[in-house]
C-alpha cells in the first residue's frame, strides 16, 4: 500500500514545462494587449491592473497560509494570471474598491474552495467578471472613450461599446473596423486590440502553451453563424466581421477558454468546447438581454467539460 501513486490536479502533460514556465508564457502574452490599453486608456489601466494582480497575489497566498495551512504557491504564476484577466475585463473607469471584491470573488470563491490551480471547474477571473458585471451593472457597462496615452482622465467621457450601440440602436457613430483592428473603441481595456490580442495568442501557439483547437473553433463558429443571419437578414444583423472584431471574443477564446485547467483534454472535446462558446455567444449577443455573451458562454461550456471529457476519452497509448 505504501507504494500506491498519488495523481495531482489537471492538466496532467508531460512536458519540459512547469505550471510556472506556462503562467509567466501567458503573462508575457498579454503584455502587447496591455501596452495598447495603456496608450488608449492612460494610467487608470495600470492602477487597475497592479490592484487586480496585487490582490490576486495576497489574497491566494492568505488563504493558503493561514485557513488552508499549506505552502503558499503564489509563485507559479497563476494568481498573476487570474489578476491580468480579471482586469482585462473591466472598464478602465471602474473604481478600485470593485476591482478589490472582483479579485475576492476570484480568488476565495471561484479558486481556493476547490483545492486550488488545477482543481477549480470554472475560471476565477470569468467568475469574477460575471459577479461585478451582475452585482454592479453600472459601473461595469460605464465605457470610457479611448484617449491618447498622455490623458489621465480616461473616466471623464463615457460612450458605448459597438456591442452596446448595435443591441441598443444608439444614434452614435460606429467605429471603423480599422479603429477595432487597433482597438481605438470602448470595452474592457484589455478586449479592444484585436491585433495585440493575437500576437499573444501566435505566441502562445508558438510556444505550445495552447493549440489551435478552441480557438479555431470559437472563432470559426460565431463567423459562420453569424454570416448566416447576416444573409437572412443584413439589415437586421451584422456581418460576422463586426462581431470577430467587437466585444470580448479574441481575448476569451485564445486566453480564457484555452484554460488547461477548466477546458477538454482531448482535440475532438477541444472542437466540440469550442463550437459550444461560439454558439452561445452569437445566441446571447443576437438574442439576449446583454449585448456580450463570451464570459457567459465559457462558463456555462466549463460546466460541461467533465461530459465532454468523459464521451471523448483520448486514445490509450499504442492502441
Not at 461595469?140 to 456591442?163: H, Q, R
Amino acid at each position: 500500500m505504501n507504494r500506491l501513486l498519488n495523481v495531482s490536479g489537471s492538466p496532467h502533460v508531460h512536458s519540459d514545462d512547469t505550471v510556472q514556465k506556462i503562467m509567466w508564457s501567458v503573462v508575457v502574452a498579454l503584455i502587447p494587449a496591455f501596452l495598447v490599453s495603456v496608450f488608449y486608456f492612460g494610467l487608470p489601466v495600470i492602477i487597475l491592473t497592479v490592484v487586480s494582480v496585487g490582490c490576486c497575489v495576497l489574497f491566494e497566498y492568505l488563504i493558503q497560509r493561514f485557513m488552508l495551512k499549506q505552502k503558499p504557491t503564489v509563485s507559479d504564476g497563476s494568481a498573476v494570471v487570474t489578476g491580468m484577466l480579471l482586469a482585462f475585463n473591466v472598464p478602465a473607469n471602474l473604481p478600485i474598491w470593485m476591482m478589490v471584491v472582483g479579485a475576492i470573488v476570484a480568488i476565495g470563491i471561484a479558486k481556493m474552495p476547490f483545492g486550488g490551480l488545477g482543481h477549480n471547474p470554472f475560471n476565477p477571473a470569468l467568475v469574477a467578471r460575471v459577479f461585478l458585471l451582475i452585482a454592479f451593472p453600472v459601473a461595469m457597462t460605464t465605457w470610457p472613450v479611448p484617449t491618447p496615452i498622455w490623458s489621465f482622465g480616461a473616466d471623464v467621457v463615457t460612450g458605448p461599446t459597438p456591442l452596446g450601440i448595435l443591441k441598443e440602436g444608439a444614434n452614435v457613430e460606429m467605429p471603423t473596423y480599422m479603429n477595432m483592428l487597433i482597438g481605438q473603441m470602448g470595452g474592457s481595456f484589455g478586449e479592444v486590440s484585436a491585433i495585440a490580442l493575437l500576437i499573444g495568442a501566435i505566441f502562445l501557439l508558438w510556444k505550445r502553451i495552447i493549440t489551435w483547437h478552441i480557438p479555431v473553433a470559437f472563432i470559426l463558429t460565431v463567423f459562420v453563424v453569424a454570416g448566416i443571419f447576416w444573409l437572412v437578414d443584413p439589415t437586421q444583423y451584422a456581418n460576422p466581421f463586426f462581431h470577430l472584431l467587437t466585444g470580448g471574443l479574441i481575448l476569451g477564446a485564445c486566453f480564457m477558454a484555452t484554460d488547461m485547467v477548466t477546458s477538454p483534454t482531448s482535440p475532438v472535446g477541444m472542437l466540440i468546447f469550442g463550437c459550444g462558446c461560439g454558439l452561445l455567444t452569437i445566441i446571447i449577443r443576437l438574442f439576449g438581454a446583454y449585448p456580450e455573451g463570451v464570459s457567459f458562454s465559457i462558463l456555462l461550456m466549463n460546466a460541461l467539460v467533465p461530459l465532454i471529457n468523459r464521451w471523448f476519452v483520448p486514445k490509450t497509448f499504442a492502441k
